[in-house]
């Protein structure tokens, strides 16, 4: 056999995320109710779709500049003070090839190795891998759910360091749902001000709010905008997560790293792409209100079908997931997650991807019908009402 060198150790030391577990076999079995899947059942609206097609017809095709197109980046300008109530300068807007690629981008234009990165506990898994790539390490602060899963403020600020060098924040929140108020908000910008560490705010479901007709309040309004480095996406809004479209704001120095990041990673987002999101700028908004309805809707059904068995952790109040209680049927949710999958045909995505605070719990998506939905959540609480009648068996091995 031939010996090769081998991979990175951070790569080495990385994990898949536990919700890609589920999904791939969920794919594989035919009639599956796919509630871990997080992304919107939508189709992108016509004419976003009807721009793309436009968009090859008349020849953008090309590179762009890596930052994006200058025309888009105005329109985003107008969206960040329209939306968000952020007066942002276009030169200080960097677009990526989704949410992702930008939030990547910051951190790896931010962080050194050994640097600390302060994550929310429960989190979106990515970022750990985004961090371990910058050979930074994670610190998870916990936002429990006696909290209604915000932040613990007395827990962050003794969990920073000298080595802190950036701290995250997700409002709306993956998977939790939570929107942190202007107080919190606040209170986070003042201990980043303290320590003088970045903040990071991703905002990729900023106007997916359920309880609210405004977008969810924006970090870089209660605290210090030059420290802020806010990430955003089409994905969500706009139901365009094959796209690859997002962007984000932040100081000019901030962007000119995310830029050499992005050079030599993607180049620029697709020129196709860029201009879809230009027409869904300015086109009717209609579309992004209808959809929160649905999920606000959906939302609603999958409270009271909780609540009935006693299952609901806490009502969401932004994104498109909501967390149900599974600790009285299983040591650990990966393995109910598996074993639902197994015997009940639903999908859902195991607590333990998202940290600690959630490992007793799944995430379900509200982007799915309302009959799937009715019938998958019907399906979960049978099952925790069975096994819980039962003793809890060995966690499978991982």
């Not at 980046?73 to 930008?102: H, M, Q, T």
């Not at 900023?206 to 806010?230: C, G, H, K, N, Y």
């Not at 999958?341 to 998506?365: C, K």
């Amino acid at each position: 056999m031939v010996s090769l060198p081998p991979l990175s150790s951070a790569i080495l030391e990385a994990h898949h995320s536990g919700i890609r577990e589920i999904s791939n076999l969920a794919m594989a079995r035919p009639g599956t109710i796919r509630l871990e899947v997080g992304q919107p059942n939508f189709p992108t609206p016509s004419h976003v779709a009807e721009a793309g097609r436009k968009a090859i017809q008349e020849g953008w095709t090309f590179y762009t500049q890596t930052f994006g197109l200058p025309s888009l980046r105005e329109r985003l300008a107008a969206k960040l003070e329209r939306v968000n109530g952020l007066s942002v300068d276009p030169g200080r807007i960097v677009c990526g090839s989704g949410g992702v690629s930008v939030i990547s981008a910051a951190v790896a234009a931010l962080c050194d190795p050994g640097d600390e990165v302060l994550l929310p506990d429960p989190h979106w898994p990515n970022l750990t891998t985004m961090a371990a790539t910058a050979h930074a390490r994670c610190v998870f602060y916990p936002c429990p759910a006696e909290l209604g899963f915000l932040p613990d403020l007395d827990r962050l600020d003794a969990l920073v360091s000298e080595r802190t060098r950036l701290l995250v924040v997700n409002s709306p929140n993956n998977p939790t749902g939570a929107v942190y108020p202007p107080a919190v908000l606040r209170a986070i910008g003042e201990i980043a001000e303290r320590h003088n560490i970045w903040l990071l705010s991703d905002q990729c479901y900023d106007q997916i709010s359920l309880d609210a007709e405004a977008a969810a309040p924006s970090l870089a309004t209660f605290a210090d905008p030059e420290r802020v480095i806010s990430a955003f996406t089409f994905s969500k809004t706009y139901s365009m997560t094959g796209w690859r479209l997002g962007y984000a704001t932040a100081a000019p120095q901030v962007v000119d790293g995310m830029v050499k990041v992005l050079e030599s990673n993607t180049s620029c987002p697709s020129t196709i792409s860029q201009k879809a999101g230009e027409a869904a700028l300015d086109g009717p908004q209609e579309c992004v209100g209808e959809m929160v309805s649905a999920y606000r809707r959906r939302r609603d059904l999958v409270v009271d079908l909780l609540r009935e068995a006693a299952l609901l952790l806490s009502v969401p109040q932004g994104a498109f997931y909501i967390l149900a209680d599974v600790s009285p049927a299983a040591r650990d949710s990966r393995s109910f997650a598996l074993r639902l999958l197994d015997e009940r045909g639903v999908g859902v995505a195991p607590g333990t991807a998202f940290g600690q605070v959630a490992a007793g719990a799944v995430r379900i998506s509200l982007a799915s019908s309302d009959e799937d939905l009715r019938e998958g959540v019907g399906r979960i609480c049978e099952m925790v009402g069975e096994l819980a009648e039962t003793p809890l068996a060995p966690s499978r091995p991982r």
